[in-house]
């Protein structure tokens, strides 16, 4: 079956602007594009395409976007309800309609903050974990493939890693934090970054709209070459002219997990009781303050490395060994958390089954993503 | 005429919810006499917030003919010239919202219209009552500055106004993009401060759609000589977001949105001199610069004198616009188009990837 016209959810983020201007610019298909608000659309509004704007908890509202679109390109997130409700209205929709591909784009957070070793290959079954928004992603597999068994819907799942380049969160959100210092590198930035160039993305995300072989599968979406998070993050502080020798190298950083009310509040008392503007209060106490001299002496009387120690796990895992100072850096942060993951996700099924071969080297996404971080003035 | 003015809105969109609802009910000059919907469930909506009695609501904007003497017309602007002129040819004065019209051609019918009926007409550009561009007006006529030699203008910010019906999505509708919505607010005022201006030069990032960034050049003129301008919009990222003239001896400098004074900065010198009016001149309007604009429009009406931007002023700013697009080259974006070949090259089903618009192997032959 030809595809003559493809329905976008998600139009105005960063995946589905870019399909939007690749659709369009190369003329191979037309795109209806389904948009909740118009404050966001200026991207897309550059191109004369067929916009309908609504909710996609609204039922008939989807249904008649899908009417008339021979396949579903799924980018959409939003609240829960949103990726819940949103995205059964439209795999009704596209059921009904009997869409020749529905494309569903989720993550490979699927697998959590720290992915097994067999999640190198997507045969590894993904389960519930402590990242909320992998277990949302997982969710939404799960009831793309319940459509596909039930009404023999002709899915496809995507689960790109970081997407970067122009106008990518995660390429704003790397230089946001370089330049305001909250940038750590974690065990000197060893672990693989796991990228794919919003462009090949694209082109998997095309690949997996014609290609027969792509019905019922999950593809991991990267892009060939693996870089480090040591040059990913040197390659963007080198375009804010700042040393890479200033982001401070973080060791022991603890996994990210849900919130533990106690045991964290246990956890923080030791800097709090060490912070100087407690100190200054307390010493006001004398018994207090001869206690407080007692073991600060007794501090001071230890090994440089011992100190350093102590001061490690008080301040909840991170240490500084660069310029910049390490306090400044979240240990929770996500781009902190990300980065002691060390499996390397491959594309070997999307090129195998595909032919996706994510033309776009490294290089030359950093090459075109500086064209625009300057154009924009971000950097 | 005496008393208030019955004052008919037409269109109830964002604009009209956060701006002319509020400014026409607060002030002592008029009376909301009728309100205009299409959308049912919307003017419900804006009857219960601001509490309208039912019987001035209307889904059929023909209602308004014999229940208004004015009406202001904010609805998409494709519509501003047609119904426009329905109400001009009725002798209602017409306050427009910005821009008058997506067209010259359309502007012409709605100054034909108001000459034959006597009607004022009068545009929402409600910049134009800030304080500051009335004090930067005057402080150019002082010559502080000396010998004008450029100005530059910036104004860009990461998304932004999102009309209710979606009109800005498209040409058609809109007339344009960032140059018609943000931009010609700074259009009107360039050409209130400095006098007609050439256009030299206009690059825009609009493929068949309306643009999210442009830049352009204009030649305007100061006491005889040459002014160079130079413009930036963008809806995709945020710029200086102010407006700086240079002359022989300092700079002036406007902040978006800073209505009360303008900087000045001598040159050769460190200081910055913040410059305002001794006193306010917002008369009862306070600082809300909608009523100014309503208040305006009727003191026009009644008084048979000029409204702060007439009908032919919304014209030649439509028609600088016009010429912009006119002569729109493409800004150079290479993240845009220079992997397109690399992305679609590899793409093997040639044959059944046919849109309506060509096939992956034209583009690729091209």
Request: glycine fraction near 8%; proline fraction near 4%.
């Amino acid at each position: 079956m030809e595809i003559r016209k493809v329905l976008i959810t998600g139009a105005t983020g960063f995946v589905g602007s870019r399909l939007c201007e690749v659709l369009f610019l190369t003329r191979c298909v037309d795109a209806r594009v389904f948009i909740h608000s118009t404050a966001s659309a200026a991207r897309i509004a550059r191109f004369p395409l067929d916009f309908v704007v609504g909710d996609l908890c609204d039922r008939n509202a989807v249904a008649k976007a899908v009417e008339g679109c021979d396949a579903v390109v799924h980018l959409a997130r939003g609240t829960t309800r949103v990726m819940q409700k949103g995205l059964r209205n439209l795999l009704t929709a596209a059921s009904a309609h009997r869409v020749s591909r529905f494309i569903h784009m989720s993550s490979v957070a699927v697998y959590g903050n720290n992915p097994p070793d067999g999640s190198a290959s997507e045969t590894e079954p993904a389960h519930k974990t402590d990242l909320a928004y992998g277990n949302a992603k997982l969710e939404e597999e799960e009831l793309v493939f319940t459509f596909s068994k039930r009404f023999a819907l002709p899915v496809v799942v995507l689960r790109p890693p970081n997407i970067y380049g122009p106008y990518s969160g995660f390429t704003l959100g790397l230089i946001d934090r370089i330049r305001s210092g909250k940038m750590g590198l974690v065990d000197g930035g060893k672990n693989p970054c796991n990228l794919v160039y919003i462009d090949n993305l694209i082109q998997a995300i095309l690949l997996a709209l014609w290609k027969s072989e792509a019905v019922g599968e999950v593809f991991f979406v990267t892009d060939a070459q693996c870089i480090s998070w040591q040059t990913c993050v040197a390659d963007y502080a080198s375009l804010l002219k700042i040393p890479i020798s200033s982001i401070p190298s973080l060791t022991r950083v603890q996994p990210s997990s849900r919130p533990h009310i106690f045991r964290d509040s246990v956890r923080a008392l030791p800097r709090v009781f060490l912070s100087g503007e407690f100190r200054s209060v307390i010493r006001q106490v004398p018994l207090i303050a001869m206690i407080e001299t007692n073991l600060y002496e007794r501090f001071q009387s230890l090994s440089p490395e011992r100190q350093e120690e102590i001061r490690q796990r008080l301040n909840g895992g991170s240490s500084g060994t660069r310029n910049n100072s390490p306090s400044a850096v979240d240990p929770r942060d996500p781009m902190i958390v990300a980065q002691r993951r060390s499996v390397v996700h491959s594309s070997q099924k999307a090129g195998r089954l595909l032919g996706y071969n994510a033309p776009i080297s490294y290089s030359e996404g950093m090459r075109l993503t500086e064209c625009w971080l300057r154009a924009s003035r971000r950097i | 005429m005496s008393g208030r003015i019955r004052l008919g809105i037409v269109g109830a969109g964002a604009i009209a919810e956060n701006a002319h609802i509020p400014a026409a009910l607060s002030s002592n000059l008029a009376e909301l006499t009728a309100l205009s919907e299409t959308n049912q469930s919307r003017l419900r909506y804006l009857q219960q917030k601001f509490s309208l009695k039912h019987e001035i609501c209307f889904v059929d904007y023909r209602d308004v003919f014999t229940r208004a003497d004015a009406v202001i017309i904010a609805l998409p602007n494709h519509l501003h010239a047609s119904l426009g002129c329905e109400f001009l040819s009725r002798s209602i004065h017409v306050l427009c919202e910005k821009p008058l019209a997506t067209s010259v051609q359309e502007c012409e019918t709605m100054l034909e219209a108001s000459r034959s009926t006597g009607a004022v007409l009068a545009v929402g550009y409600y910049t134009r009552f800030f304080s500051s561009t009335n004090l930067l007006k005057r402080l150019l006529e002082t010559r502080l500055l000396g010998t004008i030699s450029s100005f530059e203008y910036e104004f860009g910010t990461e998304g932004g106004w999102a009309p209710l019906s979606g009109y800005n999505l498209t040409r058609q509708t809109a007339g344009g993009g960032v140059l018609v919505v943000s931009g010609s607010h700074f259009i009107d005022r360039m050409l209130y401060l400095f006098g007609p201006a050439r256009i030299l030069s206009y690059k825009d990032d609009a493929h068949g759609g309306v643009e999210a960034n442009c830049v352009a050049a204009f030649d305007c003129q100061d006491s005889g000589n040459s002014v160079e301008g130079h413009v930036t919009l963008s809806k995709t990222h945020r710029l200086s977001n102010k407006l700086r003239i240079v002359g022989a001896n300092g700079t002036f400098e406007v902040a978006e949105g800073q209505s009360e004074s303008v900087a000045y900065y001598p040159r050769d010198s460190d200081l910055r001199h913040e410059i305002s009016f001794t006193s306010p001149i917002t008369g009862s309007a306070g600082d809300d610069h909608f009523k100014m604009e309503i208040e305006d429009f009727i003191r026009a009406i009644r008084t048979g004198g000029k409204p702060m931007v007439n009908g032919q002023e919304g014209t030649e700013s439509v028609a600088l616009i016009e010429e912009c697009y006119s002569i729109a080259q493409p800004i150079d974006e290479p993240w845009v188009d220079q992997s397109l070949k690399l992305i679609m090259g590899s793409i093997p089903p040639l044959d059944k990837s046919v849109g309506t618009r060509g096939t992956i192997q034209e583009f690729l032959g091209n």
